[in-house]
């Protein structure tokens, strides 16, 4: 069942065009990650979801039907941009929030509870939010985007300032409202967090969607017959490929073994590849290289933007 749905969105601010007839749709429970670079048409995309702003053609549906006004309350946004009441109390303001997102006082009290005992912070919740630390009021900001449990997350860079172990602290709980049944959009720079979290992914660049797909889809659409082996010496790897017509990416000697990166002639299988090295020398380990998200990303905006990519 698709939970959210955009159908050839467009959106124009004063001369400049921010989306260029997107559509994208996230199944349910799953994690969607909407990726692009900087200025490329995601936040105005997450604000149309929002509803902050709304789009000058298209449409844009939540459980099968248009988006309608209060369907806010569906809806957990985790923005880039911090916004949290400095002079306010922590506890005072995440109360104030969780009701208006519709909890009664006795519901937001008891979820508000639970969240702040998981995190470990129930000692700051008469603290005013001008004296945590800038990771302390991230995670009070986490909590009042679950704490009304919506079907729909946005979180927009959540892990930005995060040290290590919290970040991880985080991309845990985020695993866990997704097996909780909550779907969740996700946009983020950091590539590493995609590859382990998302389902999906959808770029965006200038405006315009240029990759939609399955992360496993997309990164076995984007290989290019590179293996690595790494082999005992002293077998001279180099001279070896060079007679057969291999194109040698890369070659690393470490210690007692040797690495080796090469693209696969077209008329050879992986198979008669081995079959031919083992007869020549001990293989040590042998696998086909497949891009990372963070490499398909350069590769597509790089192809797309060939002005920036030689400026």
Known sequence: MEIFKATNVTKDYAGHRALDGVSISTKEQSIFGLLGPNGAGKTTLIRIINQITAP???EVQL??????ANDIQHIGYLPEERGLYKKMKVGEQALYLAQLKGLSKRDALKSLKYWFEKFEIQPWWNKKVEELSKGMQQKIQFIITVVHKPKLLIFDEPFSGFDPINANLLKNEILDLKNQGATIIFSTHNMASVEETCDHIALINQSKKILDGPIDEIKESYKQDIYEIETTVP???????SRNGFQLIDYELKGLSQRVKFRLEKEMTSNDLLQMLMQKMEIRSFREVIPSMNEVFIQVVGHANP????A
């Open 56 to 58: 000058d053609a298209g």
């Open 63 to 68: 459980f099968g039907r248009k988006l309608k």
């Open 235 to 241: 077998h001279d790897v180099t001279s070896e490929f």
């Open 307 to 310: 002005k920036k990519q030689t």
